[in-house]
């Protein structure tokens, strides 16, 4: 209202200022209409000069972003493998002097790095490119892990037989509990998802059959791919359970970038940006939700039996409420949408806390403050998509609820 | 009747918006639907369009039933919305807006679409890689029009599309829309500018608090005093 107010004030501005629409009879709408108009270009101003004060900042993720689209297919390519190999060669001791003075590198690489990576890349199909906020993304991965606890307990199969079922499983909850919850939207959707990762927790927690709080114990390792020390799943040496993480994370960024580009992937982006128009242009909405969220929900259920099965041991206190949120403010930390943004947004989170553990009193806090100026100087994310940078920066869509409320106000 | 929507009534929660509308278009008709703020305009296209569901009712397109058709499917049967606010996509580009305009369609190729709508948008052919959001009120428009002709569809409802533009602007756009009912397309106007939805269309509706209170041909509503006190700004007197 204040805003309405403040320009009713301001004289009407543009071409259908008084003196044109003067005594004709459509004189009184143009001069309502030009009202609107003022408070409109009022807010555009203000967005303006919000965005100005912010461009002073350096952006170098624009000139790099189209650096590499110039590049040739095979350089992409030999960049892609670069990187892999990077990530095959993390486990070196010197690297872990740099990367964790303090702590064991090679397991903080398993967890929480390669699988915050995972969740991150998982939880990204549903919130960066589905537009769907789901505060309790944890419910899969503690399904996933649950999953493979109890079968590999009590029914004794493989590693390898329960990643897909467990996966499997996974879709499958992510449709049961997306059918009523995806008619939802915004702030219920959310506080709804929310109650699904604590439901899971609290279940775990409370039934007997899955070990109650004390949780299930003696979960099998993967069994050994032939002799080398790489493939080998012990106890000790946490470097082979980092590798099957990293080739998990692989396949997983690849299906993810196919979907991103396919028909499904236009949909998405469609109905994050206005789910309104992207039905009147033929998008079955639901469906598509109901997609992102049980793919998304696949991979989390991935990760949870990777987790699980190289823990031995799991409780509910495994899954709280606190990795559902830290996995979304990776993914909107580092850019929501855009995959390496994604993966930078994980790796900084599972990673600084670990790296600063001599400021442990501290962490919180710190994570806190950083999260209060990421909001204000790059609400976009660290490497963001073109997609939300731009509806970021003229204030339509998707990421900017805050006008969209004012515009509301400004109809009534 | 291309469109027939006979006593239709919705509602919000407890509120009900529509209490019994029923509405017809003839091919090849321009129709507008004139009325206040808050009588319902909206309502009835989001339900034509499937994305309110009807509490009583039948719509029918091409005499087919289409009540209870998923709001998707009503696309590919014909029928195609520009909504109240334009809803384009922001952060696409404006190729990629236009390309999600025939997202329900199956045809491959869509170069005739391109070439229709940048003949009669001149101006959104020079912005095709801009995005979106980025576009002024006017040109939004124009791409929420042309995105919605890409669907091809037979009947094209508008909501208020010259609502925050400027004079000139809400002229032109209203000779586009002449000219895409001239192509062949039936047109379903919702209108706040009561004075050139009633010029252009053949025959009109005035919607009160969610019921058709009139519905004549349009000049016979233009020259309606009651009208004109209600919608045109002029005393019944003067
Ligand atoms: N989402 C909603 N929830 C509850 N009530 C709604 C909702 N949308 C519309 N209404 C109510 O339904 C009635 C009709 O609204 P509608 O938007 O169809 O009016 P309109 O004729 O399009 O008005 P305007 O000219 O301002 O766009 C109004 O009383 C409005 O308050
Ligand atoms: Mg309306």
Redesign the interface.
């Known amino acids: 209202m204040r805003v309405l107010k403040r320009s009713a004030a301001s004289p009407p501005e543009?071409?259908?200022g008084p003196d044109?629409?003067g005594t004709d009879?459509?004189?009184?709408?143009?001069r309502a209409?030009?009202r609107?108009?003022s408070v409109?270009g009022r807010l555009a101003r203000r967005r303006a000069a919000a965005v100005a004060w912010r461009a002073r900042l350096p952006d170098l993720t624009g000139p790099v972003a189209r650096a590499w689209h110039r590049l040739p297919r095979w350089s992409q390519w030999l960049v892609r493998l670069g990187i892999i190999v990077l990530a095959v060669l993390a486990p070196a001791d010197w690297v872990g002097q740099i990367m964790a003075p303090a702590s064991d590198w090679k397991t903080l690489l398993f967890y929480p790095i390669g699988i915050f990576v995972l969740l991150a890349v998982g939880l990204n199909v549903v919130v960066g490119q589905a537009g769907i906020l789901d505060l309790g993304y944890v419910a899969f991965f503690a399904i996933g892990g649950y999953t493979m606890a109890l079968l590999g307990v009590n029914v004794g199969l493989d590693f390898w037989i329960i990643l897909p079922t467990a996966v499997a499983l996974c879709a499958v909850s992510g449709l049961v509990l997306g059918t009523p919850a995806l008619r939802l939207r915004g702030d219920y959707l959310a506080i709804v998802t929310l109650g699904f990762g604590e439901i899971i927790r609290i279940s775990a927690t409370n039934a007997s059959w899955t070990g109650g709080p004390r949780g299930i114990a003696g979960i099998p390792h993967p069994p050994d791919i032939g002799n080398l020390n790489a493939f080998t799943y012990g106890v000790l040496d946490p470097t082979p359970y980092y590798y099957l993480v990293l080739a998990l994370i692989v396949v997983v960024i690849f299906v993810a970038r196919r979907l991103e580009r396919s028909r499904v992937g236009?949909?998405w982006?469609?109905i994050r940006?206005?789910e309104?128009?992207?039905?009147?242009?033929?998008?079955?909405?639901f469906r598509f939700k109901l997609w992102a969220f049980a793919i998304g929900g696949s991979i989390g259920g991935g990760a949870g039996v990777m987790f699980s099965a190289k823990n031995i041991a799991i409780t509910p206190d495994n899954f709280p409420l606190l990795l559902s949120i830290l996995v979304l403010s990776a993914v909107v930390l580092g850019g929501s949408g855009n995959l390496p943004g994604v993966i930078l947004g994980a790796f900084l989170v599972a990673w600084l806390p670990e790296r600063f553990r001599g400021l442990a009193d501290y962490r919180v806090l710190i994570f806190g403050a950083a999260l209060v100026i990421m909001m204000i100087f790059r609400p976009e994310g660290l490497l963001p998509?073109?997609?939300?940078r731009?509806?970021l920066?003229?204030?339509?869509?998707a990421g900017a609820a805050p006008t969209a409320v004012v515009?509301q106000e400004e109809?009534t | 009747m291309l469109l027939e929507v006979e006593d239709l009534h919705v509602h919000y929660g407890k509120v009900e918006a529509l209490k019994g509308v029923s509405l017809a278009v003839a091919e090849g008709e321009i129709v507008s639907l004139i009325g206040a703020?808050g009588a319902g305009k909206t309502t009835v296209l989001r339900t034509i369009?499937?994305?309110r569901r009807v509490t009583s009712g039948r719509i029918r397109f091409k005499d087919r039933d289409i009540t209870h058709l998923?709001?998707?499917?009503r696309?590919?049967a014909g029928l195609?919305?520009v909504?109240e606010?334009r809803?384009?996509?922001?952060?696409?580009s404006v190729m990629?807006n236009l390309?999600?305009?025939a997202?329900?369609?199956s045809s491959r190729s869509l170069a005739d679409d391109f070439e229709r709508a940048f003949a009669l948008f001149p101006l959104l052919s020079e912005r095709r890689k801009q995005?979106g959001?980025?576009l002024s009120?006017g040109e939004q428009q124009m791409l929420a029009i042309a995105?919605?002709l890409m669907?091809r569809p037979q009947l094209v409802m508008m909501d208020e599309p010259?609502?925050?533009?400027?004079?000139?602007m809400v002229n032109q756009i209203f000779d586009i829309i002449a000219a895409i009912h001239e192509q062949g397309t039936t047109v379903l106007l919702v209108e706040?500018?009561?004075?050139?939805a009633l010029t252009r269309a053949d025959r009109a509706y005035v919607l009160e608090t969610g019921k058709v209170a009139k519905t004549s041909d349009a000049a016979t509503l233009l020259a309606d005093d009651s009208v004109r006190a209600a919608y045109?700004?002029?005393d019944s007197t003067g």
Do not use: W
């Open positions: 543009g071409p259908a044109q629409a009879r459509e004189g009184r709408l143009e209409r030009s609107v108009g409109k236009r949909a982006a469609a940006e206005d309104d128009a992207a039905a009147l242009m033929g998008v079955p909405t998509s073109r997609r939300r731009s509806s920066r003229t204030g339509t869509g515009e109809k | 703020n369009s499937g994305l998923p709001g998707h499917r696309v590919g195609c919305q909504p606010g809803g384009i996509f922001p952060g696409m990629e390309e999600m305009g997202y329900g369609r995005q959001g980025t009120g995105r919605a669907a010259s609502m925050g533009l400027a004079p000139l706040q500018n009561a004075a050139q045109l700004g002029v």
